[in-house]
């Protein structure tokens, strides 16, 4: 654009109008005389009564969620302790499918909820499994193999420990445990080898009577055979 042939530049510092001025020592001195002085309290505030802090009140929906997360221990045989990673919904929807044919529910829940629960209960050695975002399985049955089977295929899921049966299990402990049979086919073993020693002593007290009755048959027939049940049998010669 058009420039002026003739600029003006001023150099050089601002003009300072105001400057600081102290303030007149007569001024001073009534500002001093006439400043407030609150009355002193007739008790020293070291003497009264402390006022009780204000109780901070409880959420309802707080107090939701805890119960319902003391039911869920209460009613289920099978708690199982999960770390959740990030995963598509169309993943979590699957694997609640696939769990849910097992008799297994996935909760979600939160730590600020779940560690207060714990903290006051028999399942408080479960607190150091809860310092990330977590997901419970619960099952009213012992489906640890299948629950196992489940978590094989989907690794954003990974078992940090459980409680079966009032029993807390790491996942090491969980493994074994689901390496173990059926309920059924232990109670048919310890049948078995309850009933096995008992025979043994039965038979072993069978063994001397019967023993005894056949040697009496046995006399009793070689005495029928040679007529004179009050004499020996006669030597025969060679």
């Not at 909820?113 to 607190?127: E, F, G, T």
């Amino acid at each position: 654009g058009w420039l002026p042939a003739l600029q003006l530049v001023r150099r050089g510092s601002k003009a300072v109008t105001r400057h600081w001025k102290a303030m007149h020592f007569q001024r001073q001195k009534l500002l001093a005389v006439t400043e407030y002085v609150p009355p002193r309290p007739a008790v020293p505030l070291r003497c009264l009564p402390r006022h009780a802090d204000p109780t901070h009140e409880e959420d309802g929906y707080v107090r939701l969620l805890r119960r319902q997360v003391q039911e869920v221990f209460q009613k289920n045989r099978m708690v199982a302790v999960c770390q959740y990673n990030s995963m598509p919904n169309e993943d979590v929807v699957t694997m609640q499918h696939y769990l849910r044919k097992h008799n297994i529910e996935v909760k979600f829940v939160l730590n600020e909820i779940v560690r207060p629960v714990l903290a006051q209960s028999k399942y408080r050695n479960l607190l150091p499994l809860f310092v990330c975002r977590n997901i419970l399985l619960v099952s009213p049955e012992t489906r640890a193999k299948e629950m196992l089977r489940v978590l094989k295929g989907v690794p954003q899921v990974n078992l940090l420990g459980a409680c079966i049966d009032d029993t807390i299990l790491s996942r090491q402990g969980v493994e074994n445990f689901s390496r173990l049979p059926s309920l059924e086919a232990s109670q048919g073993q310890t049948v078995g080898a309850l009933a096995l020693l008992p025979s043994q002593t039965s038979s072993l007290l069978q063994q001397g009577p019967s023993l005894l009755t056949a040697l009496l048959d046995a006399h009793i027939r070689r005495l029928r055979d040679t007529g004179t049940p009050g004499e020996p049998p006669q030597q025969q010669g060679t």
